[in-house]
């Protein structure tokens, strides 16, 4: 993942504690990285940030689906879940 931009639509994910302490905030972000070769662009990835130490975490499912993309496979399709 090269890049991230914040999103304002807030997802209805959580993402509990932080190990610092803090408390993950559920947001949208835009993840950039090159698969073969190619910039691909995925919009409205959830994420949790951690507004203590600024650290970010991603669903398991959602981590399997980018890691599946950047192997070059279609990630499988899952439920989209309203903002």
């Given at each position: ?13 959580e ?24 910039v ?13 130490c ?5 669903k ?18 899952r ?5």
């Open positions: 993942m090269n890049d991230e931009h914040a999103t304002s639509a807030l997802p209805p994910y993402f509990g504690r932080c190990p610092c302490g803090g408390t993950y905030e559920s947001k949208l972000v835009e993840v950039r990285m090159t698969v073969q070769g190619e691909v662009v995925l919009s409205d990835v959830p994420q949790g940030a951690c507004p203590v600024g650290s970010r975490v991603y398991a499912g959602m981590l399997e689906d980018i890691e599946a993309l950047m192997r070059g496979r279609s990630a499988p399709p439920p989209h879940i309203p903002a």
